[in-house]
């Protein structure tokens, strides 16, 4: 389930829809928390799948750390791809923001994270300062020790915040994942 203050948006060109936070969300909000509406569809079920929905399944679900795609059931779909994201995905089943979310700012992932393929290339349109022009395989690889730092320092700020989504996390979501991240950031030093 998608935090109440990220709402879908019509957005210009080349973007279509995205999801904009209507209030401040500060570094440490959980964004997104996987609940029992949202279907995960194993990998090998999806590659059987005819080619419509397979193009459907690679447009709105993300593949997840198993290899299954996780469809969300609500507008957490429309969540567009960033060189500069504000929120990264754990494989806990959340994501958080990494930094401070201001309102009216689009709420994004860099869609590397998510366990992409190499036939998953996409030109990139994003428009930052650091965007690559096209997702590549090995993205994934090469920036995730950044990202793994970003969550690594919001995951203490969880505790301190109100979060609205809390009771959907699974029980021991944040403590793996702090344990998870402190190992990770501590191996590539």
């Known amino acids: 389930m998608i935090h109440p203050a990220a709402q879908l948006a019509t957005l210009p060109d080349p973007f279509g829809f995205g ?31 005819p080619e419509l929905f397979v193009d459907l399944t690679h447009r709105f679900a993300y593949r997840n750390a198993d290899g299954n795609h ?4 609500d507008d957490a779909r429309f969540v567009n791809h960033s060189c500069e994201p504000n929120c990264g995905i754990t494989p806990f089943g959340f994501e958080i923001a990494m ?3 201001a309102a009216g700012e689009q709420v994004t992932n860099d869609y590397a994270m998510f366990h992409t393929r190499g036939f998953e290339r996409f030109t990139c349109c994003c428009g930052t300062p650091s965007c690559r022009g096209q997702l590549a395989e090995g993205d994934g690889e090469r ?9 690594a320092e919001a995951l203490p700020l969880v505790r301190q915040l109100p979060q609205v989504l809390a009771p959907l996390l699974a ?17 590539v030093r």
């Open 19 to 49: 999801i904009i936070a209507t209030r401040p969300l500060p570094r440490g909000t959980l964004l997104w928390v996987q609940d029992p509406l949202d279907r995960i569809l194993p990998g090998e079920m999806v590659d059987n799948l």
């Open 99 to 101: 930094r401070d979310i």
């Open 171 to 187: 029980p021991g979501a944040l403590e793996r994942a702090t344990a998870h991240y402190q190992e990770s950031c501590l191996a």
């Open 143 to 151: 920036l995730r020790p950044a990202w793994d730092r970003a969550i």
């Open 70 to 73: 996780v469809l969300s059931w």
